[in-house]
């Protein structure tokens, strides 16, 4: 059964740093696409960013180059979303989700999500 | 690329056909999606590659377009099909953008 475990939520403070984190099983974690989506609280979905765990190529939506860091590590099948130093503008819903290795099919597979709040 | 979706909020009865539309700033071949998401939960995958079906969902949704325009129909609305729907530009190399959503709610 293919499952992504997210982490659970987190309370932080401005200027804290996070990582989050989105265990995979029941599928080859290295020949699959692994992206973050943010929701932000009564908003839509928004793409941050993918990662190809197999040989950790990584994209960004230009909204979120800089801003967030994506990454992988292929010996536990988990996929991370980092952030340095968080703003208030970053609380949200972040959801993991999987890509098969044709685009065209689109994301099957989502975790249940990491709520972070950030607030002072 | 951007993808607007309309309308963005929609009142229909239990029964009704409704359509969804979802245009795309360029040219994005049949590289679409639409998602569902209920307050709460995970999206959920209706429709890939414009107008197959995921595996699982009910045959009243289906999906058709190519190129710029793109459509998502019920053909006969359940309750339990109100809800957010999405679509998504899906794109090898780059932004794999969403629609803005459109809010299907009870009349």
């Known amino acids: 059964e293919v499952q992504l475990v997210q982490s659970g939520a987190e309370v932080k403070k401005p200027g804290e740093s996070l990582k989050i984190s989105c265990k995979a099983s029941?599928?080859?974690?290295?020949?699959?696409?692994i992206a973050w989506v943010r929701q932000m609280p009564g908003r839509g979905l928004e793409w941050m960013g993918i990662?190809?765990?197999?040989?950790?190529?990584?994209r960004y939506s230009p909204s979120f180059q800089g801003q967030v860091s994506i990454s992988a590590d292929k010996s536990i099948n988990t996929a991370y979303l980092q952030w340095s130093s968080l703003k208030a503008s970053d609380t949200a819903m972040y959801y993991c989700?999987?890509?098969?290795?044709?685009?065209?099919?689109?994301?099957?597979?989502w975790g249940q999500g990491t709520l972070v709040t950030v607030s002072s | 690329i951007q993808l607007t979706q309309s309308p963005s909020f929609l009142s229909a009865s239990v029964g009704d056909r409704v359509t969804i539309t979802c245009r795309a700033s360029?040219?994005?071949?049949?590289?679409l999606a639409w998602y569902q998401q209920k307050p709460g939960k995970a999206p959920k995958l209706l429709i890939f590659?414009?107008?197959a079906l995921q595996s699982g969902v009910p045959s009243r949704f289906s999906g058709s377009g190519s190129g710029t325009e793109f459509t998502l129909t019920i053909s006969s609305l359940q309750p339990e099909d109100f809800a957010t729907y999405y679509c998504?530009?899906?794109?090898?190399?780059?932004?794999?953008?969403f629609g803005q959503g459109t809010k299907l709610e009870i009349k």
């Open positions: 989700a999987r890509r098969g290795p044709d685009v065209v099919t689109g994301y099957a597979f």
């Open positions: 360029q040219d994005i071949r049949n590289y």
């Open positions: 990662i190809y765990p197999g040989d950790s190529d990584t």
């Open positions: 029941g599928f080859s974690f290295t020949n699959d696409w």
């Open positions: 590659a414009t107008s």
């Open positions: 998504q530009h899906l794109n090898s190399y780059t932004l794999c953008s």
